[in-house]
């Protein structure tokens, strides 16, 4: 099975390239570029790139994933030998799959016309809010189910993960604010969680990790940091789809063990915020930042992380490659939780606290230096 999910990547990398040639020649005839945003949104020169790259990593996720559980329902005599043993599995997970293609659905439609016509901030928030209700609702993909029995229900749980679904979905638009930055954080996030997966043998999530590992690669070909530019935007068609498919997958990943109480609940509790650290981070500072300016958290400026990292004297390159690398390595530190007991996940968590606070001390300790230096596209 870990083959197949080898192939998946291979497949996913196979569908986005060539439709990312397609929606480049395609953008410049019909000039879908980076739109000037909604009122008071800050944003860095715009470029003739086109912003739909979205839509080819859209499709290299729900082509493949529609295609297996079609298969595994109706002909899974095609599908490799190796997932034959799956088969039973993904049939009773067929539900899942299909409210889960509908939610990535929406935002991708929302994402596409909010690329072509900037929504006002509000209406957007609510429109994501449907499919980040739906997900718990429809599926059980809950948090904190334990709490069920002390509140009287599954509301607070429902509510929990809802909220949960809405940050990681943010977080990773907001990340969309320099060339391969969302992207390659998406590549990174996702690799360290289909680890997990692998390890468990939860093989259906391990199929959607590989096809997000896949649309990302296929994207950054034409979106990677070089001297000449992207050719290729993701804008928010692609970006939340790809976060909401990390929440959702996030959501449903065991990562309790029975077998290592002593290591398993802090596993459980930790794992999912220290892979995700980095765009967390960038949620929560630039959240802050905009609520003290009297601003709406989802009018995009350039207040984030690269942005910052840039005013100090990085180039546009190295603050990408920067936040690549912290991400790398809070994954790394997320995987070695499920070997951790309560000491060494406390002090694994404390060095990721300590990471991000070095980076925040590096972005805040001398902001008359911070002047000068281009930012990005506002996410």
Not at 284 to 299: A, C, E, I, Y
Not at 308 to 314: A, D, I, P, S
Request: charged share 10%; glycine share 10%.
């Amino acid at each position: 099975m870990t083959g197949l999910c080898f192939g998946l990547i291979a497949a996913a990398l196979a569908i986005c390239t060539p439709l990312c040639v397609w929606l480049i020649a395609l953008g410049h005839r019909l000039k879908t570029f980076d739109s000037a945003g909604v009122i008071g949104q800050v944003k860095d020169r715009s470029r003739r790139v086109p912003n739909t790259g979205g839509i080819a990593m859209f499709w290299a996720l729900v082509l493949p994933l529609a295609g297996v559980l079609i298969a595994a329902n109706f002909a899974p005599g095609i599908l490799p030998e190796a997932a034959a043993p799956q088969v039973e599995y993904i049939v009773k997970k067929t539900t899942m799959g299909l409210v889960l293609l509908g939610c990535l659905l929406v935002l991708h439609i929302l994402g596409v016309i909010d690329d072509r016509k900037p929504l006002p901030p509000i209406p957007k928030l609510v429109l994501m809010l449907l499919p980040a209700l739906a997900a718990p609702l429809l599926t059980d993909t809950r948090l904190l189910t334990l709490l069920d029995p002390w509140v009287g229900g599954a509301w607070l749980s429902v509510l929990i993960t809802a909220a949960w679904f809405l940050a990681i979905t943010n977080a990773m638009n907001f990340l969309d604010n320099m060339d391969g930055l969302s992207a390659g954080i998406a590549t990174i996030v996702s690799a360290c969680l289909l680890v997990v997966t692998i390890d468990k043998h939860q093989w259906l999530l391990a199929g959607c990790l590989s096809l997000v590992i896949g649309a990302c690669l296929g994207f950054l070909v034409f979106n990677a940091p070089r001297k000449s530019g992207a050719k290729l935007f993701m804008g928010d068609g692609g970006s939340l789809v790809v976060g909401f498919l990390l929440a959702f997958v996030t959501v449903r990943v065991t990562y309790y063990d029975p077998s290592s109480v002593q290591a398993s609940r802090a596993h459980a509790v930790l794992m999912p915020l220290v892979v995700l650290a980095v765009p967390l981070y960038d949620l929560v500072v630039v959240t802050v930042v905009r609520l003290s300016q009297g601003k709406s958290p989802m009018v995009g400026d350039m207040n984030h992380a690269s942005h910052r990292l840039v005013k100090r004297g990085m180039s546009k390159a190295a603050a990408v490659y920067l936040l690549w690398g912290m991400t790398l390595a809070s994954g790394v530190a997320g995987l070695a939780l499920a070997r951790a007991n309560g000491v060494a996940a406390a002090l694994i968590g404390s060095a990721v606290l300590l990471m991000l606070g070095l980076l925040a001390a590096f972005e805040y300790a001398s902001p008359a230096a911070a002047r000068g230096a281009e930012g990005e596209r506002a996410a």
